[in-house]
């Protein structure tokens, strides 16, 4: 959002009264001050705010070399008050030329996985990829790739704030988890990424090339929407956090 606008929406629910005037607030004690309904539009503002900021971050990187050859970043889509976060392993030529993660081939297995568990991207699903820039040849990312590319990707868990985190494929599985662990050892067990509960399957485009397979990855599905069921039990949700 540019800051002339944000200027405008903090202007009109009065935050620009509160900062100056509280000598040493932080924004977000100053944001606590606030009656509760001001208070709730001033974080909403704040948040769409720090994502524009790390999408711009993203889009922008040059921390590692994979910037010279990509045709742009590929930031994540979604919800950003979803429950769920899916991630993958990094942009394929698909993704890479369309700027949003798993619209290929995989992309659409995806999706039809996702949509038999009541998941889609346009409504309650948001996904993301370890690594926001295309490797050449789609070949395994570096671990000096991951290293430069991670820290955005715990951003956009720290501002989603998902209830329930689903890892799609090997790369992804490993790299959060911080193992070198074969994904059969990891699939049908509840992990966590920080306090977030985590679910490792198979990736689509593995089961798009083996798939006997996918009768295993129904199961993780299942699974991680059980795991999901009890974490919001008597609570009506739409998935996406309130
Ligand atoms: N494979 C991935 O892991 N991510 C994508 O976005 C596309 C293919």
Redesign the pocket.
Known sequence: MPPERRQQYLDAIGIDRWVPRAVGLSAARAVSALPAPLAAVADAVQDAAAWEALRTQVLQCTKCPLHLTRTQG?FGVGPKRADWLVI?????AE?DRRGE??V?A??QLLDAMLRAIGLDRATNVYIA?VLKSRPPGNRDPKPEEVAACLPYLERQIELLRPKIMLA??RIAAQNLLATDAPLGRLRGQLHRFGDTPLVVTY?P?YLLRTPAEKRKAWEDLKFARTVYQQLTQGSVTDGNRA
């Not at 993958?88 to 394929?92: I, T």
Request: net charge negative; charged share 10%.
């Open positions: 590929v993958g392993e990094a942009p394929g993704e993660p798993f290929g995989a992309g990829n799609v494929g990736h485009a």
